[in-house]
């Protein structure tokens, strides 16, 4: 079984900064990717973005250029860093393993970007 943790969310100004992250307990295989996800009032979650190992990384569209995912897979943690945060940021984030197709989430913790 694994379980996730989130940590690092908060209150931040637009165009400030801000990191996540998320730890993880049980057995991960490094071959399984690790991500963020976000959900926004009405909307669906949606992925922010996914890594498996630092050479294979996914983002989307809308955090390209902005934001960037870690791993480690001795703390079994991934972080995301958020830069130059919009208010369309603004969400509950998701930290997630995806176990041979077996998805795993953490409870989310919440990003507030707003002046």
């Known amino acids: 079984q694994v379980q996730l943790v989130e940590f690092g969310g908060g209150l931040v100004q637009p165009g400030g900064s801000l990191r996540l992250s998320c730890r993880a307990s049980g057995t991960l295989y490094s071959i399984n990717p690790m991500g963020w996800y976000r959900q926004a009032p009405g909307k669906e979650r949606e992925l922010v973005a996914t890594?498996?190992?630092?050479?294979?990384?996914n983002y989307a569209d809308s955090v390209k250029d902005r934001f960037a995912i870690f791993r480690d897979y001795n703390r079994k943690t991934v972080d995301l860093q958020m830069n130059s945060l919009k208010p369309e940021d603004t969400a509950v984030y998701y930290c997630?393993?995806?176990?041979?197709?077996?998805?795993?989430w953490g409870e989310g913790t919440l990003v507030t970007v707003s002046s």
């Open positions: 997630n393993y995806n176990h041979f197709g077996t998805d795993y």
């Open positions: 890594i498996t190992t630092s050479t294979n990384t």
